[in-house]
């Protein structure tokens, strides 16, 4: 029996085996472009254009800095990438992943492992920087939640936690064409290069 394909073909030219990732497969252009076009929320948001998983995870890095104004721009790196293997496997929402089961997990963590050897990053990010990273991931869906996706207040607190106030000042959800999101997502990716070297 033929072995069905687990690779796909990048814009870059690169071909990306989903089950064995090398970082040598991955570029920073493929990943800001996927992730400019995956909507979060299954796409159910207000506004003339979906929420990527690319606007998401800039806004996730920004919050992640505000959580920890003096952390070292490795881990705002990692902040950003967070979300960078649903450029190729989409962003499922939790009660996806929950019934998809461990296989979902396994593949998430060898593309998450590739991502961050490709630029840098350990492997596997510690702990502690790994909770500061969700914190801000649950602030960003707070926010997502009562400002596109639709919920109450008081739902977005069942769900996420309120946020402390001061931590999104003045931020807004911002729904943008792609291609300036994805410019955007490969600018900060290059200036937080440039602050680690």
């Known amino acids: 029996m033929k072995q069905p394909r687990a690779w796909q073909k990048m814009l870059s030219g690169r071909r990306l085996d989903l089950l064995d990732p090398t970082p040598v497969d991955i570029e920073i252009e493929d990943i800001a472009h996927g992730l400019s076009f995956v909507a979060r929320w299954n796409g159910q948001t207000v506004g003339d254009y979906a929420y990527s998983v690319a606007e998401h995870s800039l806004l996730v890095e920004r919050l992640f800095t505000r959580l920890n104004p003096r952390i070292d721009a490795k881990w705002k790196l990692a902040a950003l990438l967070h979300d960078a293997p649903e450029y190729v496997i989409g962003d499922m929402i939790s009660p996806v992943k929950a019934a998809v089961g461990p296989g979902y997990d396994e593949l998430d963590k060898r593309l998450t492992a590739a991502i961050h050897i490709r630029f840098g990053l350990p492997a596997v990010i510690p702990m502690q920087i790994k909770k500061q990273i969700k ?59 440039e602050e680690i070297r």
């Open 135 to 193: 914190k801000a991931d649950k602030i960003s869906a707070w926010m997502e939640a009562t400002q596109i996706a639709g919920f109450s207040t008081a739902e977005a607190d069942k769900f996420f936690g309120r946020p402390v106030a001061d931590v999104i000042q003045g931020l807004q959800i911002v729904l943008r064409p792609p291609l300036e999101t994805r410019r955007d997502y490969v600018t900060r990716h290059n200036v937080l290069l």
